[in-house]
């Protein structure tokens, strides 16, 4: 393991242990009153939370990485390219109208969601289309899929699921249960463990699909690949805690700096910095005082954009230099 | 002799008609025709990048079910286009041609390549000249039995073009591969041992370079015609 | 949890805004733990005096969980596992119906009731709302529910089966949304304006102010709107008074 990977573990483990502890005033007054209780909010509650928000923030990164790799564009994302709205709509469509409830089977409905939109990706835009094309057929997905989401939660039999929405549209981590985070996790984390083996073909891809291909790696297949396992794990994550933007877009732009510009060595290093940048958000959510609730894929949005924007600016500096 | 290079029926569809190619070791051969002839496909066809039908050996080895970790052993691809998608440093380009780290030989190639100062440099920082050599690097790093480079010339300086045939020569003499390398400008045929002309998806000619300068086949191909003081556009 | 148990006090907390109103309405202080932040605001709740002098909480069960409660009430879901979460933390979860029919209303009273240990509590409640139904007019007349942005109730939901309590039938709208047009061609007998927010600024609220909405010739009465996010048993009044203003 390089230093600075190791040096990302050191503060996602930090930062997971601060998650787990605040906010700690009420778990310490649980301890003196009702320790078993205490241990339960532990384990029960706040154990999830922490294993969902660090988990999806790894899913995002490393996925976005694999997409941007795929795509040979910085701008590529779960978000962007419409994948996590595509989750979002299989997720509320099998919960609010086929009745869903198996946090497992969600997150299938999830998976095929996501898959369903990274298909229309390509088909719309190609693999090796310019930036624009692929930021526009990205962003008709999302709007597309978003308008879906929004309609069908609006027409569902149960009247709350238009409250829900912004639960799904914008992320939560509240009040998941550990089925829950199993059902999310377990097949994320597979697809991610497959993800990883095909990171040097992604490295490949940097020079050319066409060199990528005279070694072995079919540039067809990669791309099945990787939109398949990248939709399972996405898909997998927002089926429980909804659709969270902009992590997956930052992350590898920050892992490839570390990684000297490969996209494909910078698979892990986006999962730490992914997972590192949702906890920190979702800390802030529970530090957020009493009486707002903000979902956590606000904060993400509102640290993302500036960035995205920063990014957008720098590639464009560079086309015309 | 054995040939390095045994390809049978190697096609693509719509592109290139099945051929047949053999190459013998230690051989530098030129691929030249007009503009969409087929120089590009059959160096696609043979690098494995788009296959129709047909099958090629290098040495007696099937290429096609050769693993990843193989492949570098047995050729490499150069294509023609210079774009880079990543700025990814110039040392570590040439290091991703490598199928097992080996920063000696990257530094040799380096220095071959006279890229030294800028071994740090991000390929998008890089001209066009130099990213070229780079990618050239990256296409010999690994020595394989077979190179197959797409019009690795252009966008050279005259100083450039003229060491890279010289670096070609050197290294299939020492190294005993060989090399399929597509060229625009005909005149350089004469570095080259062997040289077929490409035209409309097959290989209409197969000769050596003096008799190619004066054939037919590619006076009628080029539509130009060899006159007292150079080329000229053919009068028939 | 032991019959007992319930006898001696059940402490319950309650997690949502409509929730909150039955477990207001029907609890003593000692027996409420927590109730959602939403209704200790002014502009969300009327019983937001009440509410106040208990702890807040964001709908999380984490949020209750400090307060020790042996019951908790939701209603709705969505992609959280609360009830499932309560379960393992040995809190009896409770869910109330999203009320979809007065039918629904009174049996989230007598859940809570009962959840409180006495079930006589929801009796008051239960029969002014069987008086109401008997007492309805036979003829109603042609009304308008108007919210912000014209948003009014579909014929038919429980918004609209309150109203013709008072002796209010609920147009039929295409989308449940009264446009500007309709207003002027075929106003109402009877326009309902919900005062929710009123004050604040947004986009729906200008609509409200848009001159043919000002100029209806209608009966205007006002709805207090905090009441008609819930359609709980805080309508009673709301009809009562509905039905008094048009004497």
């Known amino acids: 393991m390089t230093r600075p990977t190791a040096l990302l573990l050191a503060a996602l483990l930090l930062l997971a242990a601060l998650h787990l502890l605040v906010p700690l005033g009420p778990w310490l007054e649980l301890r003196r009153s009702d320790p078993g209780l ?104 999302a709007l597309a899929a978003g308008a879906a989401t929004s309609l069908l939660l609006a027409l569902a039999p149960s009247p709350f699921a238009f409250y829900d929405s912004f639960e799904w549209l914008m992320g939560s981590f509240v009040d998941r249960s550990l089925p829950q985070a199993a059902a999310a996790l377990v097949p994320a984390g597979l697809a991610c463990a497959i993800l990883v083996r095909r990171a040097h073909a992604l490295d490949l891809m940097a020079l050319g699909e066409d060199v990528s291909a005279s070694l072995g790696y079919p540039p067809r297949r990669v791309a099945v690949e990787v939109v398949g396992l990248s939709a399972i794990a996405v898909g997998a994550c927002v089926s429980v805690c909804g659709a969270i933007g902009f992590v997956g877009l930052i992350a590898p732009y920050a892992a490839r700096r570390l990684s000297g510009g490969h996209p494909g060595r910078a698979l892990v290093p986006a999962a730490l910095v992914g997972a590192i940048l949702v906890v920190l958000a979702d800390l802030f959510v529970r530090s957020a005082p009493a009486g707002r609730i903000v979902p956590v894929g606000i904060v993400t949005t509102v640290v993302g954009t500036p960035l995205f924007i920063w990014l957008v600016v720098g590639m464009r500096r560079r086309l015309t230099s | 002799m054995t040939s390095l290079l045994s390809a049978r029926g190697v096609a693509i569809d719509g592109r290139l008609h099945p051929t047949d190619v053999d ?115 990256r296409a010999l790093a690994p020595s394989p039995r077979l190179l197959l480079l797409d019009e690795p010339l252009s966008n050279l300086d005259p100083y450039w073009v003229l060491k890279t045939l010289e670096l070609l020569r050197e290294t299939v003499r020492t190294l005993g591969c060989s090399a399929i390398v597509s060229l625009h400008d005909i005149d350089r045929v004469g570095s080259f041992d062997r040289v077929l002309l490409a035209a409309q998806g097959s290989m209409v000619a197969d000769l050596s370079p003096e008799s190619m300068l004066a054939s037919t086949e590619l006076a009628r191909s080029f539509r130009i015609e060899r006159g007292e003081s150079g080329w000229r556009v053919s009068r028939a | 949890m032991p019959a007992s148990a319930l006898l001696i006090g059940a402490s319950v907390a309650s997690l949502n805004l409509c929730t909150d109103e039955y477990l207001l309405l029907l609890a003593r202080p000692q027996e409420v733990a927590s109730v959602s932040f939403l209704s200790q605001d002014r502009q969300e709740s009327p019983l937001w005096r009440s509410a106040r002098r208990f702890p807040a909480n964001r709908g999380s069960i984490e949020d209750v969980l400090v307060r020790r409660p042996s019951v908790v009430l939701t209603m709705g879901g969505g992609g959280r596992a609360t009830r499932l979460l309560a379960s393992r933390l040995h809190i009896r979860p409770v869910e109330l119906l999203s009320p979809l029919s007065l039918g629904d209303v009174a049996a989230n009273l007598r859940t809570v009731a009962g959840v409180l240990g006495e ?129």
């Open chain 3, 119 to 247: 079930p006589r509590r929801a009796t008051p409640w239960l029969q002014e709302l069987a008086r109401l139904q008997r007492t309805s007019p036979t003829k109603a007349k042609d009304t308008l529910w108007l919210s912000g942005g014209g948003q009014s109730l579909t014929a038919g939901s429980i918004g609209a089966q309150w109203l013709r309590l008072a002796g209010l039938e609920q147009r039929p709208l295409p989308g449940g949304r009264a446009s500007l047009e309709t207003l002027l061609v075929r106003p109402p007998a009877v326009l309902v304006q919900s005062r929710y927010r009123s004050a604040q600024v947004s986009s729906g609220e200008r609509w409200l102010d848009h001159p043919i909405v000002r100029n209806v010739r209608a009966q205007r009465m006002a709805a207090d709107g905090r009441r008609w996010t819930c359609m709980g048993p805080l309508m009673i009044g709301e009809i009562e008074r509905l039905r008094a203003a048009q004497r």
């Open chain 1, 38 to 141: 205490a241990s339960l909010l532990l384990t029960e509650i706040r154990l999830p939370r922490t294993l969902l928000a660090a988990g999806y923030g790894a899913v995002l990164g490393m996925t976005g990485a694999a997409l941007q790799a795929l795509f040979a564009n910085p701008l590529a994302s779960p978000d962007i390219t419409g994948s996590s709205s595509g989750a979002a709509l299989g997720a509320v469509l099998g919960a609010y109208w086929f009745a869903i409830v198996d946090p497992l089977a969600l997150a299938a409905f999830g998976a095929g969601g996501a898959a369903l939109a990274l298909v229309a990706l390509l088909l719309l835009a190609g693999r090796r289309s310019d930036t624009a094309t692929l930021l526009l057929a990205g962003v008709a997905i």
């Open chain 2, 23 to 137: 190459v013998a070791a230690g051989s530098l051969v030129a691929l030249i025709g007009p503009n969409g002839s087929g120089k590009t496909s059959l160096l696609r066809a043979l690098a494995g990048v788009e296959l129709s039908r047909g099958s090629l050996a290098i040495d007696g080895e099937d290429v096609a079910s050769a693993p990843p970790a193989r492949r570098p052993h047995l050729l490499t691809f150069l294509p023609a286009s210079r774009d880079l998608a990543w700025p990814i440093r110039a040392r570590d380009i040439i290091a991703l041609g490598l199928a097992k780290a080996d920063p000696g030989r990257i530094d040799r190639l380096l220095d071959l390549l006279e890229l030294g100062s800028l071994a740090d440099r991000p390929a998008d920082r890089l001209s066009t000249g130099e990213r070229a050599r780079v990618l050239l690097a």
